[in-house]
């Protein structure tokens, strides 16, 4: 087939082992995006065996491949006058489909190979949308912990004056993610639109008073929760009556907890970096509201919730994950969730596990979960909620409008119905009722972006 201009000639086939080593030799000390990278293509190897397109113009290799990484020095000035300096950067992984689209972190333990991770993982879910975004992620190794408003004010103002000359609503379009909420999204716009003297979408998550969407901020948790919903009326059950056990204690943590709640779940536990409550009564809606008040406003540790409630107990440096459960929602971070962790709750009776966070399971864990077949949806699928909304909004800063809640909410549930069909459609095998969800996800979101960039030819 001619694609205009020369077409590559047939060659051997690179074998999965031989297609991972190259990845490792071109990324040296990159041990999430290898990890991110290999989980995908574990199964696009094997969709792809058959087809000589996609083999003959490397498009699995080229997408494994960011068309640019940024990175850039961050100087600011704290409250006591010192200058301080903060590593930037911006990946702007694939654009076949539509601008670069993804988050912006703040948090100490961010690097190079953490955000390629991201972007690499942000293409294919954007993929799944059915939206027309790319995939992209950026971020600082800044901690927003303990700092003044002024402080992380300066800070986003000098992150965004080296960012702005990379971004716009046509080009790359970044949102919030951990470190970075309605705030800093605030004083990232007003920075950008001060040097540009443009008022453009240019970044989502913002407030509903210069351009933001509503539902936004819950999103991504309710998506989750829509899916795991979806997954559970596979196999003839319903979220109520089930014990959740949710890690994190964030935006996507509270507000999946919010929507379990809501469907007639029972939330068991909720946790942060130093550890995780366990409250056996449930986490009803007015702890959840206690819960986000605490952490947005007071800035507290969740480990204060078992002093306010006394039915809750915290286990320092633990994780939820030993807690006897139905349905597990883990909302925090990258590989919070490993491979000891997964059988655990294969052991005490967990039969769903819906990911509110960014590969959240290690390898091996994951593993665990497929070879039991239970329902396992991936963070590509399971949190899109997030950046679905987000794409929304692009849509409806760029006609000038804003949609009420009614409908929002409608396309929420209309886009995650949808990224459950095509879970179901690549990820069930031959002879099996058991749908594999990290297959599915992992082929749909490929088969959409490779098709586009075949049709571009060799760029």
């Known amino acids: 087939m001619n694609r205009g201009g020369s077409v590559p000639k047939a060659s051997e086939h690179v074998d999965f082992n031989a297609f991972m080593e190259g990845v490792k030799r071109r990324n040296p000390a990159q041990p999430e995006f290898v990890q991110a990278v290999e989980e995908v293509a574990e199964d696009i190897f094997d969709f792809i065996q058959d087809k000589e397109e996609y083999h003959r113009w490397q498009i699995l290799r080229r997408i494994a491949e960011p068309d640019r990484v ?55 879910k954007n993929a799944l949308t059915g939206l027309p975004m790319g995939g992209g992620k950026g971020g600082a190794n800044f901690n927003p912990k303990g700092k003044s408003d002024a402080e992380i004010m300066r800070f986003c103002q000098s992150y965004m004056t080296e960012l702005y000359r990379h971004i716009g609503a046509n080009i790359d379009v970044p949102a919030g993610d951990i470190g970075v909420g309605a705030r800093e999204i605030g004083y990232m716009f007003g ?3 001060r040097i540009t003297n443009s008022f453009e979408g240019v970044l989502t998550g913002k407030g509903l008073e210069y351009g933001g969407s509503l539902i936004r901020t819950e999103a991504t948790g309710y998506g989750a929760v ?30 999946a907890a919010e929507k379990v709640v809501q469907l007639g779940g ?20 007015e702890k959840i509201d206690w819960v986000k008040a605490h952490k947005t406003k007071r800035r507290g540790r969740i480990s204060q919730y078992a002093d306010e409630f006394k039915s809750a107990t915290f286990h320092a440096g ?25 059988r655990a709750l294969v052991k005490n009776g967990c039969i769903a596990v819906s990911e509110g966070a960014n ?16 329902l396992y949806a991936p963070g590509k699928a399971a949190n899109a909620g997030g950046v679905a909304v987000s794409g929304l909004e692009m849509s409806q800063n760029s006609a000038r409008i804003s949609w009420k809640e009614a409908e929002l909410q409608q396309l929420l549930r209309d886009i995650m119905d949808g990224i459950h069909g095509r879970c179901l ?25 490779a098709d586009a960039m075949l049709a571009f030819g060799v760029v």
């Open 70 to 124: 940024v990175s850039f020095r961050v100087c600011w000035e704290d409250d006591n006058h010192n200058i301080r300096v903060q590593r930037g950067w911006r990946v702007q992984n694939n654009n076949a489909i539509g601008p670069y689209k993804g988050g912006i972190r703040f948090h100490p333990s961010v690097t190079e190979s953490v955000l390629k991770f991201l972007a690499f993982e942000q293409t294919f």
């Open 425 to 449: 459609t690549y990820g069930r095998r031959d002879g099996s009722d058991y749908v594999d969800y990290v297959r599915g996800a992992n082929i749909a979101g490929f088969k959409k972006v």
């Open 318 to 342: 633990k994780r939820p994950w030993g807690v006897e459960c139905d349905v597990a929602l883990p909302c925090a971070t990258q590989n919070e969730l490993l491979a000891d962790d997964a």
């Open 359 to 374: 590969m959240p399971t290690d390898l091996e864990g994951a593993h665990v979960f497929r070879d039991a077949q239970i």
């Open 266 to 285: 029972k939330v068991l536990t909720l946790s942060d970096s130093e550890g995780f409550v366990h409250d056996p009564d449930g986490i009803d809606q």
């Open 191 to 193: 920075q950008y639109k």
């Open 226 to 255: 829509y899916f795991l919903e979806n997954m559970l009326k596979t196999r003839g059950q319903e979220l109520a009556g089930k014990r959740a056990v949710i890690s994190g204690s964030g935006n996507v943590a509270t507000h």
